[in-house]
């Protein structure tokens, strides 16, 4: 049994080949004993995880403990009010750039509003009904829509990883990293289908320049203003939302 | 002195990090650290967020056990501080709090997350093996987890905490991985027996 949990071991922590992984995944389907065994294995891990996590809790209550206490009213009254005239003065500060920003830069802030709008009709809820063919693809979508962004990104990315021709998974991940802001790497994800001709309708590009005008680094707007033009002509996905956009950039 | 080159982590945060993806026995004082720079986000969930004292804790300490998962594995890429990436993972966690709140007000029973390790199983053997997991007695696992002795409980405690074999060795102070591989899996074995007799 010990040798079974070797087995067990060495394909969770990925030391199997191609052919033993497809063998291992097929053991669970075919021997009920063993998938019980594979079951053990995992509930274990996660028992023992969530048991590693409330001890290190325990440690955290203690050096909470240890440092000043966390609610301090009387104590708070002067720091707040020193808080309130910086916080008056850094507004100041604030719309005075503003709107020397607004003025210099014409468009810089709507490009950003433009991309957030966007970001918000479209991305704040996923249909579930969109891919029915993969189990994975929609645990993600649900995990997306619980604000469970962590996880939904975990689960698209493996079912990339095991179907790297498929075009959805890497979609929905970099839609996630676009939503949890890691812009760069939304953006590798949205390239990966950037020349999937076998799409009828590929989003890519549009995704893309979404990315961009909503990162809002040097040179973006300027790269996302090119990918709009190319939606256009390409008819692409996106393409009503383009020509608008592009209009205002 | 160009500011868009100005590097993004302090030297304080760069010595949290590395002392936490070392793995090794400066891991504990990583983590600790961690946790006091920024415990003052825990006094701002209480003022700006109206919770409590115990809800603003938890909130803070699974997002700093969260961000040790995430620094420890290497996802974490320092394009931001780290102070405004654990701000964003805090804010996450706020509205998952309060949807939770909303949706569910009246549950006091919280499931365990679906296992990150799950996640490479293919689609049907999946189905299968996370229904016989959803079987699972935590409690009694809890239990059984204390009856395995002192030194398999904190060599599983750490494997489950994401330590390899080799930092577990250094730790333990065993001769080498193979060893505690062998002692590791030894130990699943009597945890195994322990759980199924009852």
């Known amino acids: 049994m010990e040798d079974n949990l070797e087995y067990i071991d060495d394909y969770f922590q990925r030391m199997l080949n191609a052919e033993e992984i497809r063998r291992f995944e097929q053991k669970i389907a075919e021997d009920p004993a063993f998938a019980k065994e594979v079951a053990f294995y995992l509930a274990a891990k996660q028992g023992l995880k969530a048991e590693a996590e409330k001890e290190k809790k325990e440690r955290f ?40 920003w607004y003025f210099l830069f014409p468009g810089a802030a709507s490009s950003q509003q433009m991309a957030d709008k966007y970001i918000n009709d479209n991305f704040t809820d996923l249909g579930i009904t969109m891919s029915s063919r993969l189990d994975s693809i929609q645990t993600g979508l649900r995990f997306y829509n619980d604000g469970q962004y962590d996880s939904s990104l975990k689960m698209f990315e493996a079912v990339s990883q095991r179907d790297p021709q498929d075009y959805l998974p890497k979609k929905y991940a970099g839609i996630v990293c676009l939503k949890i802001g890691n812009y760069n790497k939304a953006l590798q994800y949205f390239r990966q289908f950037e020349n999937d001709d076998t799409l009828y309708s590929n989003p890519s590009l549009f995704y893309q320049a979404v990315t961009l005008l909503k990162r809002n680094q040097t040179g973006d707007k300027q790269q996302a203003k090119e990918l709009l033009q190319r939606v256009v002509k390409g008819d692409l996905d996106g393409k009503e939302f383009a020509e608008q956009w592009l209009k205002k950039l | ?169 250094g730790l333990m102070e065993y001769k080498t991985s193979d060893v505690v591989k062998t002692s590791r899996l030894r130990c699943l074995e009597k945890l195994k027996q322990l759980y199924r007799k009852t």
């Open chain 2, 1 to 169: 002195m160009n500011l868009f080159n100005k590097p993004t982590l302090s030297t304080d945060e760069r010595d949290i990090i590395d002392s936490i993806t070392q793995n090794g026995a400066g891991r504990k004082k990583g983590e600790e650290r961690l946790f006091n720079r920024y415990a003052y986000f825990i006094k701002e969930a209480i003022y700006k967020h109206s919770l409590s004292e115990e809800d603003a804790f938890d909130l803070y300490s699974d997002t700093i056990i969260s961000a040790i998962e995430k620094i420890a594995s290497g996802s974490f890429e320092g394009r931001s501080s780290l102070k405004t990436w654990l701000y964003s993972i805090f804010h996450n966690k706020y509205v998952d709090l309060l949807r939770k709140k909303t949706t569910n007000k009246n549950s006091i029973h919280h499931t365990l997350s679906i296992s990150d390790l799950l996640l490479q199983v293919s689609d049907h053997s999946k189905t299968i093996v996370q229904k016989l997991v959803d079987k699972t007695d935590w409690e009694i696992l809890r239990e059984r987890l204390v009856q395995v002795g002192e030194s398999c409980r904190q060599m599983l405690l750490l494997w489950a905490d994401g330590y390899s074999d080799k930092d577990i060795a």
């Open chain 1, 61 to 100: 209550k203690q050096l909470l403990s240890q440092q000043a206490p966390v609610v301090n009213i009387d104590g708070d009254r002067n720091t707040r009010r020193i808080w309130i005239y910086r916080m008056s003065a850094a507004a100041a500060v604030i719309i005075g750039l503003f709107f020397a």
